[in-house]
């Protein structure tokens, strides 16, 4: 026992230790892995999902109309009032005679069938609209996909955007207190003034709020990321990957070509122009009459007992025809309605391609415009550098002053902050154009 004891304890350590290790291992994304997994369990993304599951009921709903309608019926009397039939007396003088006469039954039951043999074209116009609507709503979500990825890679880029300038403002505070450790040694040896060695120490102090505020910046980034990706807030996540430049040079021609076939928006309203005018043949089919076939079958009787037969049955077959011959300018004001809404929607298609053509010439802007100032702030970042040790190097021989060092510092700091903030700039224009283009995922599936 003694023995089995310690082990006993090794094992129970042991297994604390690996869950709190397990709880507390970071999660690691790449972009691509951070798309998969907001397509998966984005909430938003997930109820558009289930648009598509209804619509496909709607289709069934539409072929349930081409069946048979079956229907049973039963009927049980609790209360009736009978009928008094009065019949005068066959002898002279008497009073007339009064009977009671029972027309129903107390058990009725019935079981009745139709079916539909002609409806103008409402039945078929009908399925095509469902159709045409599963087609819309999945074009819809495939919007949403799209969407989807943008922000995601938004969101991914501006991680790294926020966890960089952490670097920056960090790199920023580490130079600062290494050219203030520098100007108090040479302050205790007589070759530094106070104004240098406080114009030091201020500089660090004015570095650090930059440094809390990128930290925090850091983390609402974190939230934002996690919140897309439908992960829970707690869990400690860990990106892998960087900004850099990929140099791409897109055709505008073939970007608003390859835009007009694969955005999801022009193909929804194209399908929406079929199902609207299918819906205006089902409104004209109000004029045609319809045929359909009905049966009933009843049976009756005072007792519900099924010895001695107390029963009794009929059944009847019908042809039905259903002429409209007037309902007040309804049919009238119904395709009228749905010929405006035609028309809104080839007024809405023109809109939504020339928005899309302006969206692809703004992005090719965006991107052209972020890929020259990205290249002017490379050259500038290693300007600054170089700078920075020559303003290092004549502090050192006294032939500059602190103030000229915290200057250079903060030039350079800049210089950092702006080419980061350009790199990030290029990656989103990049990630913007496969959004207008209507590429950049794997969502068709």
């Known amino acids: 026992m003694k023995k089995g004891l310690p082990i006993l304890l090794s094992l129970v350590l042991l297994v604390g230790v690996s869950g709190v290790s397990g709880e507390e291992q970071p999660l690691v994304l790449t972009l691509d892995q951070s798309i998969d997994l907001a397509l998966k369990q984005n909430p938003t993304l997930l ?34 009032k009978l009928f008094s039939l009065e019949f005068p007396s066959m002898i002279p003088g008497q009073p007339p005679q009064t009977f009671e006469v029972d027309f129903t039954r107390d058990y009725q039951f019935a079981l009745s069938f139709i079916q539909p043999l002609y409806t103008g074209g409402k039945l078929l116009s009908g399925f ?23 922000n995601t890679k938004r969101a991914f880029y501006g991680y790294l955007l926020a966890k960089e300038f952490v670097k920056v403002a960090a790199e920023a505070v580490e130079v600062a207190e290494k050219h203030h450790r520098t100007v108090k040694t040479q302050y205790e040896v007589g070759l530094a003034s106070k104004f240098d060695l406080l114009r030091s120490e201020v500089q660090v102090a004015n570095l650090k709020p ?27 996540v860990e990106i892998q990957g960087e900004l850099e430049y990929v140099p791409v040079d897109p055709d505008l021609e073939a970007s608003l070509d390859n835009a007009v076939q694969n955005r999801p ?32 079958y009843n049976f009756w009787g005072d ?55 302006f969206e692809v ?44 060092v915290s200057s250079v510092q903060a030039a350079l700091s800049q210089a950092k902050t702006n080419h980061t903030q350009a790199l990030f700039d290029y990656v989103l224009a990049k990630a913007d154009l496969d959004k207008a283009i209507g590429v950049g995922w794997k969502i068709d599936d």
């Open 210 to 236: 930059q440094l809390i505020r990128a930290r925090n910046n850091q983390q609402v980034a974190e939230l934002s990321f996690k919140t897309l990706l439908g992960l829970d807030l707690s869990r400690p």
């Open 265 to 296: 928006e022009i193909n929804q309203l194209m399908i929406q122009q079929k199902m609207a005018g299918e819906m205006l043949k089902m409104v004209r089919s109000e004029y045609l009459p319809s045929l359909a076939l009905s049966a009933t």
């Open 361 to 404: 010439n703004q992005a090719l802007l965006k991107l052209k415009e972020a890929r020259e100032s990205l290249i002017s702030q490379e050259k500038n970042v290693d300007q600054a550098k170089e700078s920075l040790r020559i303003a290092e190097l004549t502090f050192a021989e006294g032939l500059a002053t602190s103030l000229d």
């Open 47 to 80: 109820a558009a999902g289930e648009r598509v599951r209804s619509a496909e009921y709607g289709i069934r709903e539409a072929v349930s109309g081409f069946f048979p309608a079956v229907t049973g019926q039963g009927l049980a009397t609790l209360d009736e």
């Open 128 to 150: 095509r609209t469902a159709r045409y609507n599963l087609e819309a709503t999945r074009e819809g979500v495939r919007q949403s996909k799209h969407m989807l990825v943008f």
């Open 303 to 357: 007792s519900f007992r099924f010895n001695n037969d107390p029963w009794q049955n009929y059944y009847a077959v019908n042809l039905v025809l259903s002429v409209p011959i007037f309902n007040g300018f309804a049919t009238a004001s119904r395709i009228a309605k749905s010929r405006a809404a035609l028309r809104e929607l080839e007024f809405s298609q023109k809109g939504i391609e020339d928005a899309v053509h």
